[in-house]
Structure formats: C-alpha cells, structure tokens
C-alpha cells in the first residue's frame, strides 16, 4: 500500500505503507485536514508515537517542523518507515525510535514536544499510555488523537479537549495543557 504527503516540501510523494492489520494509516483527507487545523507549524518540534509508515512524521517535517520523533514498537512497521525516511532523505531530521511508546515515555520524561499527534489502532487505544504521552507537552503545545468516529473523545490527565472535529470512521480530538 502507497500513502501519498499531501503537502509542503515533499508534497505529492509517495511512500510506502506496512501491510496487514497492526497498523492503520491515517487517511489523506484526515490527516490534510490534522496540519490544517494546527496552522503554521514551522520550527515545531512534533512527537509521533504510533508512527507505523512515518506518514505524519513525514507530513510534519514537509510543512516546515523542525524535526520529529517517530515511535514503533512493529518490526515490519519500523522497516517501512527507515526505508521511507532514506527514501526521502529524512533520517537527519525524522527519528526513528524503535520501542513501544509507553517504554520510551518511562526512559525519555524530559523530552518535551510542541505537538504530539496520537494515531493508536482504533482496537487498541490504551488510554494509560495517552495519558502517559501527555506529560511530553510544552506547556504551549498541542496535543492531536485520532480515534474511533463512533466514540466520543476520550478523557486525558493534564490537557483538555479544545476542538473536536468527526471524519465519518474517525474523528480528531484537540488538547492542550489545563491552566
């Protein structure tokens, strides 16, 4: 399967998307309508912890993000994405983290992020490691999750849901930091 940037940079590439059910590939039209809803995201700093083809990632650093961390604990997956990333030239500027998400939350607590955008597989969505994710938000940033469109948005520690936007199967969910 071939995913294709929607914009910025590398507008117009394809890349390559692992195949079978441990990943889900966020669809063009959502994930265009993701960067468009976060604006100018020049310089940001993005976290992308269920990264499975490095779209977003990828998507991120094509519209002027400084640099971006991609998370996959799938061996296939993360194949996939390193290939994607040498394809693209992008291996100085997207890194690749081959763990689980919630591991690397336990070792890396002092990273923080500008924007963390979440794309779980629908069928597994731990809100305990969202949860997690959230304490890798500056205290200005934005936190994007994308789950099932037949549920509401789910509640996170520590960021409340500023924007809500459906897409038919999925809907987006917008937090930030609580004041």
Request: charged share 20%; proline share 3%.
């Amino acid at each position: 399967m071939r995913l294709r940037i929607v914009a910025g940079e590398f507008g117009g590439r394809q890349i390559e998307a692992p195949s079978g059910f441990t990943t889900h590939p966020m669809s063009e039209r959502v994930r265009n309508a993701l960067f468009n809803s976060l604006g100018d995201i020049s310089g940001k700093s993005i976290l992308d912890p269920f990264a499975g083809s490095g779209a977003i990632s990828i998507e991120a650093v094509s519209r002027g993000a400084a640099h971006a961390v991609a998370i996959e604990k799938d061996r296939k997956a993360q194949t996939v994405i390193a290939n994607n990333l040498a394809d693209l030239g992008l291996t100085s500027r997207v890194k690749l983290i081959r763990a689980n998400c919630r591991a690397w939350s336990e070792t890396s607590q002092d990273q923080k992020f500008d924007i963390i955008i979440a794309d779980p597989p629908y069928n597994d969505v731990n809100l305990s490691t969202i949860n997690l994710l959230a304490r890798h938000l500056k205290s200005t940033g934005s936190m994007l999750l994308s789950h099932s469109g037949r549920e509401s948005a789910p509640t996170v520690n520590g960021v409340v849901v500023v924007d809500k936007r459906s897409y038919g199967d999925a809907a987006l969910a917008i937090y930030r930091k609580e004041a």
